[in-house]
């Protein structure tokens, strides 16, 4: 409908869907139209309706992947999708004599461009700038500054509100989420996780990682000031000395 994935392809006239289409498209929102039945791996649609897994997908991938190198013997390893990442093992050293080393992991800057460096806070200085080891854990990323359209003047996210049919805004927040970082032993939770905390918005992310002990890192963009800041949730903290660690970059 918005010509996000699947078999849609973004042209030079491309527009946003009217609000008949939207309409008419809600309608076919929601799990209900699906039967899932767990004994037969299969599921059945009662409506004429599409499952999207781009939520998990990529998330899924990376463990399925990384899960087969590791059977294969192979048990130093790190496999990105589109920015999620799993990790086993360590980095395996250049030389012979040399000792491996803990994976290295970045969160990136909330930049459209590329280009222009956002105005950042010092605590996001030091969770954004500073890499990070990751042993034997998986970290997932959802944002809206790297997949979007720009439609005279507005952007519009890849990241549809499930309640509305249009792409996600937050923009008459004051504080505005822009990426979420999980941090699991699934990359496929972790992924499922970061659209899902993206979407509720900044306070109710907040709310779901601290009632459920999730590893998150938030950015999100103070739109009385303009600048970018950074929430990271207790278990976060705590997760920083068991299973990762700031290194000097």
């Not at 699947?6 to 008949?20: F, Q, R």
């Not at 059977?71 to 086993?88: D, R, T």
């Not at 093992?89 to 040399?98: A, F, N, T, V």
Request: hydrophobic share 40%.
């Amino acid at each position: 409908l918005w010509g996000f994935g699947g078999k849609s392809k973004l042209t030079l006239d491309w527009a946003p869907p009217s609000e008949d289409a939207i309409a008419e498209t809600m309608k076919k929102v929601g799990f209900n139209s699906l039967e899932l039945h767990k004994e037969d791996l299969c599921v059945i649609k009662r409506a004429d309706v599409e499952v999207d897994l781009s939520a998990v997908a990529k998330g899924y991938g990376v463990d399925v992947l990384l899960n087969t190198l590791n059977k294969a013997g192979i048990a130093n390893a790190l496999v990105e999708i589109g920015g999620e990442v799993h990790v086993s093992g360590q980095k395996m050293p250049l030389r012979p004599w040399m000792k491996g080393a803990p994976w290295r992991i970045m969160i990136e800057k909330p930049s459209k461009d590329m280009v222009s460096i956002p105005v950042m806070t010092d605590a996001l200085k030091e969770e954004i700038n500073a890499p990070f080891s990751l042993k034997d854990q998986a970290v997932a990323t959802s944002g809206n500054y790297r997949n979007y359209y720009e439609y005279k003047g507005q952007s519009f996210s890849h990241i549809i509100n499930p309640k509305t049919g249009y792409p996600l805004e937050h923009q008459h927040d004051k504080s505005q989420l822009t990426s979420v970082s999980i941090f699991a032993d699934s990359t496929g939770i972790a992924d499922g996780y970061a659209t899902g905390l993206f979407v509720l918005g900044l306070e109710a992310a907040q709310d779901v990682a601290i009632r459920q002990g999730l590893e998150v890192v938030l950015v999100y963009e103070d739109q009385s000031t303009k600048s970018f800041d950074v929430w990271v949730s207790p278990a976060y903290k705590k997760g920083v000395s068991k299973t990762r660690s700031h290194v000097e970059s």
